[in-house]
């Protein structure tokens, strides 16, 4: 029996969930249910698209161009930055963003919820690799629950004797109908890390919009924040708890062009990265016997024309 064949015996859930092998060796979750359809990696434990039943577009983007490929992320989706966002703070051999989206991730457990949405949960899985690059002992889960609304839930148990830090991000890309025209808001007075050209600390000044490459980590925030799309007449709504960090990124023309995997000539345009992390000031000890979780919800609401 393949492993697909295995999970679908042990954790598929008729008319809901099931597992199937990629063209790549990668085994992907299909979830379609009455609320909304969404695929997961089990490779990175990387959400790849979610789109409730009400929705005309997918609320998650995942470029055109996206390569499913063992040891590789995705481009697009949500990939799970951990046990660090960005460049590690000293190695610089260890790889961006940590390295839980390009290794195997176990499923752990199968349901339905009593609204009858999805859910799925997956752990890490260590390896000599992830050893050599993180000493402590630990158990990191990630839950989806895949209805009308998306939520997603990142779990650090520190199962061992010593305190450790993390930083993490669920680093979500978001389906919007133009760069150009869209705003997200929630942040208006918040400081920020500016990566743009430097490291730069500002502070911003009412709702953000997009005229060229924006890479920000804004920190000390835990508000809720929305994309505004007039165009496709929605907002997507990102509430989030257990992270105080937000980054918003978008890489723009030329840096898009350059990456190779963002489906140009036009791909950029339509995501944008709302990213709901623990980074910079915001790292997060993780105490002995204890656990951290990093809760984010995504829905959808019509502006009425
Ligand atoms: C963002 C970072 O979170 O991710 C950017 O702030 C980075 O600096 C972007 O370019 C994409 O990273 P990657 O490693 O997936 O290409």
Known sequence: ?????????????????????????????????AQATASLCLQGAHLMSWQPRNQDQPVVWLSRAAKLA?????????????????????????????????VPWQVVESGTEPNGATRLTLRLVENAKTRAQWEHVCHVDLTVIVGDTLRMELSTENTGTVDFVIGEALHTYLRISDIGAVRVTGLNGCEYWDKVGGSHLRKQDGAI?????????????????????????????????????????????????????????????????VESANAVDNVVTVASGTRHTLIVEYRTEQIQS
């Not at 393949?2 to 085994?27: E, M, Y």
């Not at 481009?75 to 951990?82: D, E, K, N, S, T």
């Not at 799309?229 to 898009?256: C, M, N, Q, Y």
């Open 70 to 102: 063992s040891g590789k992320s995705i481009r697009g989706g949500a990939p799970v930055c951990w046990p660090w966002f960005g460049a590690h703070v000293s190695e610089a051999g260890f790889p961006g963003h940590g390295y839980a989206r390009t």
């Open 209 to 273: 919009t997009f005229t060229g490459e924006t890479d920000r980590v804004y920190i000390n925030t835990a508000a809720e924040c929305v994309i505004e799309d007039d165009k496709f007449k929605r907002r997507i709504h990102i509430k989030k708890s257990g992270s105080l960090a937000t980054v918003v990124w978008t890489p723009w023309s030329e840096k898009a062009d350059k990456m190779g995997d963002m489906g140009q000539p036009d791909g950029w345009r339509e995501m944008v990265c």
């Open 1 to 33: 029996m393949t492993t697909a064949q295995h999970l679908n015996k042990q954790f598929g859930i008729a008319g809901q969930l099931s597992f199937r092998t990629d063209a790549s060796g990668l085994v992907v979750a299909e979830i379609d249910n």
